[in-house]
Nanobody, 125 residues
């Protein structure tokens, strides 16, 4: 099993920036890809970004390209993935979930095995 814990969500004004963090623990050696998915009120979950640990390939939803950046780090031996969000818009308001899987994940064809609890991002306009 892989456990994921997100942090960093808060209220921010339109045009502002925010960085979300996700810490992975457990059987992280089985994970190839980590990413972010969001769900706005009354809408279906939407793929945001993914990053492959092995190939370093990244994918982004068209709606966030050029504004969001996914990255990874291993501070103190922990597996972390980040989502830097710039030029935020009110339509970015959603619960953002960190997710992980042993396979590569891309927009429209993603199927994640592991999920975090989510962190709320609210963009006021």
């Amino acid at each position: 099993q892989v456990q994921l814990v997100e942090s960093g969500g808060r209220l921010v004004q339109a045009g502002g920036s925010l960085r979300l963090s996700c810490e992975a623990s457990g059987r992280t050696l089985s994970v190839d890809t980590m990413g972010w998915i969001r769900q706005a009120p009354g809408k279906e979950r939407e793929f945001v970004a993914s990053l492959s640990w092995t190939s370093l390939t990244t994918y982004y939803a068209d709606s966030v390209k050029g504004r969001f950046t996914i990255s990874r780090n291993y501070p103190n031996g922990n597996s972390m993935v980040y989502l830097q969000m710039d030029d935020l818009k009110p339509e970015d308001t959603a619960v953002y979930y960190c997710a992980a899987d042993r396979n590569s994940q891309r927009p429209g064809k993603d199927d994640w095995a592991y999920w975090g609890q989510g962190t709320q991002v609210t963009v006021s306009g």
